[in-house]
């Protein structure tokens, strides 16, 4: 489907698309009528809520304030290439397919994934030999032997562990939201608890410093801490169950980019009811004042903290015109700290300005997109590029200053993928770590970027053309567009410029996270990277099921139940 949709034109609330039948979590008024839900927000977690709210039953419509769907997943076209400008790494199939399942299919049937093999390519600076991560994790423990004598077993020990609380996290922490404290009182949890608390109290650096010297393998190993906004001297070691993710079961890749992710998902919210309305940007959260104003909604909870419920947005459309669009529930995916300070009211903040001045963003990052004439074997699908000062790389975000020379990540979808770039030529994607600082400013289209954000991507091209042997990749760029933190700020509403969110420190992580609930307004719900359970595709898409869980009443720490399947249906 095309990712642009007509938006509603006036506050009143358009004609339903078919819907679907209400599956077994459906609420219906005593009338019958069914209970209605406005999401905030068209990225994935927006519409990974549409999808399933719709299908349980709720009339519900979608506003995102761009023309195209996808926030942070988005995508760029020009001269034959295609671009995905957001996630590029597909991690934790199970999760993907446990949702697709929920509604009613499958990632076999909607993706065409492909193996990557290796799994991601390591170049560090001052080696010669780069480091082919695989599919196989004994093919990896093969690697780190050759590397460290002794490290093969280690591995082996390490990635165990990183399985075994991964498990965990899966079945007692990932598909919570933490309303009842019964999940600490279960047997497997009670039974781990000394080593969860080491494990959140280590950072990841000194867990893998304690099994592995060699600072190539140390670097492997802590950088996943990357994906989660952090660095690996703040992000608690119980993220070591990153790497059970990569170095065994590797990583795959949906064909067509995670531009197509998005579509299918899209594709899913209208075909079971939901209406999604681009262009149309909400402005405020509609509240009534709390005495009496608890209805349908009551079964999520209440107390002295509510001062008032929810009941719909306030909506502008592109063409200036400003309605209403009127709910029993909003669920607000954007940015979290956008929609408390600037869609609230003070008096209704969960999370105002002071509560966001005590906490921690994410890296921002400059994006590099460059179109490239001729082959590059040279780069895997997945590149990524060390610096021989760890700890500078990293300090020097946390002190708000931009690295140099800097660590970065190479995408080469056109490696897998034919279709992201005219042939003879690839399709690359550089992110290079910044400061989540908006000031850095914006990007731009053949150099006409602000000056700090095109010096950043001289600098990583340059580096690139080094460390991977192509000297003369400056001059075959055909295509080349900047991407810096004003775009994060400006046009994604992202908190400081952040490319992903609130960095997953102790102080930010699991139960310690921003809840999914607003304290103050019945009937106010958040999903999406901000909240729980935190950042990325597979977090986003459970904040959207966390999000149908509190309105089935479901308290349990378990996924949602999935539907059984026509016989007829593809497996």
């Known amino acids: 489907m095309n990712r642009r949709t007509t938006n509603p034109g006036t506050g009143s609330r358009p004609r339903a698309a078919a819907s679907g039948p209400p599956a077994d979590g459906s609420r219906r008024a005593p009338d019958g009528s069914r209970p209605s839900a406005v999401i905030i927000g068209g990225g994935i977690s927006g519409l990974a809520t549409a999808a399933l709210l719709a299908r349980d039953g709720h009339e519900v419509d979608l506003v995102e304030a761009r023309e195209e769907l996808g926030g942070r997943a988005g995508s760029w076209e020009r001269d ?3 671009f995905d400008t957001g996630p590029s790494w597909y991690l934790m199939p199970e999760v993907f397919d446990h949702f697709l399942r929920l509604l009613g299919t499958s990632a076999a049937e909607e993706l065409d994934l492909r193996p990557l093999d290796p799994a991601y390519r390591v170049l560090c600076e001052g080696y010669e030999e780069p480091l082919d991560l695989s599919a196989s994790a004994a093919r990896n423990a093969d690697l780190f032997e050759r590397i460290e004598p002794g490290a093969g077993l280690g591995l082996a020990r390490y990635l165990d562990s990183a399985a075994s609380t991964y498990d965990m996290a899966l079945e007692r ?6 309303t009842s404290p019964w999940w600490l009182l279960h047997p497997a949890v009670i039974a781990r608890g000394p080593q969860l608390l080491r494990l959140l109290a280590e950072p990841l650096d000194r867990f893998v410093a304690r099994r592995f010297r060699d600072p190539r393998l140390r670097q492997v190993l802590g950088y996943p801490a990357v994906f989660l906004g952090s660095s690996p001297d703040r992000t608690p070691s119980m993220y070591h169950l990153m790497s059970a993710l990569d170095l065994t079961g590797g990583v795959q890749y949906p064909q067509g980019g995670f531009t197509e992710l998005v579509d299918v998902v899209a594709r899913l919210a209208v075909r079971h009811g939901a209406r999604l309305h681009t262009g149309t940007r909400a402005t405020r959260v509609l509240t009534e004042d709390h005495r009496g104003a608890r209805g349908r909604n009551a079964h999520l909870g209440g107390g002295p903290g ?4 929810a009941r719909g947005v306030e909506i502008r459309t592109a063409d200036g015109e400003v309605g209403e669009l009127r709910a029993d529930v909003v ?5 979290l700290h956008h929609v408390e300070t600037a869609l609230l009211p003070r008096r209704l903040q969960t999370y105002p300005a002071s509560w966001w001045s005590r906490r921690t963003p994410g890296p921002g990052a400059v994006l590099v997109l460059l179109g490239v004439r001729g082959a590059l074997p ?6 990524l590029l060390f610096t021989r000062d760890w700890d500078e790389n990293f300090g020097a975000l946390r002190e708000g200053r931009v690295p140099s020379p800097a660590s970065s990540y190479v995408c080469r979808p056109s490696a897998t993928d034919p279709s992201v770039a005219p042939p003879d030529h ?21 150099g006409t970027g602000d000056p700090a954000i095109e010096e950043i991507a001289e600098e990583a091209i340059a580096r690139l053309a080094a460390e991977a042997g192509i000297p003369d990749l400056a001059e075959r760029i055909v295509v080349r567009r900047t991407i810096g933190p004003g775009e994060f700020a400006e046009d994604l509403g992202a908190w400081s410029g952040s490319m992903l969110g609130p960095a997953h420190t102790l102080r930010q992580s699991a139960f310690f996270r921003a809840r999914n609930a607003s304290r103050r307004v019945e009937g106010l719900l958040y999903a999406g990277s901000s909240t729980l359970p935190g950042i990325g595709l597979p977090m986003c898409l459970i904040s959207a099921e966390l999000v149908a869980k509190r309105l089935r009443g479901d308290r349990s720490s378990a996924p949602l139940p999935e539907p059984a399947r026509d016989a007829g249906a593809r497996a």
């Open 331 to 335: 669920v607000a995916t954007a940015d």
């Open 378 to 383: 040279e780069l895997a699908h997945h590149t």
């Open 173 to 178: 922490f990932l598909y919570t939201s933490f």
């Open 306 to 309: 509510r001062r008032a419920a």
């Open 426 to 446: 690839e399709n690359l994607f550089v992110l290079v770590p910044v400061p989540a600082d908006a000031s850095l400013g914006r990007g731009g289209v053949d």
């Open 80 to 82: 034959g290439f295609r």
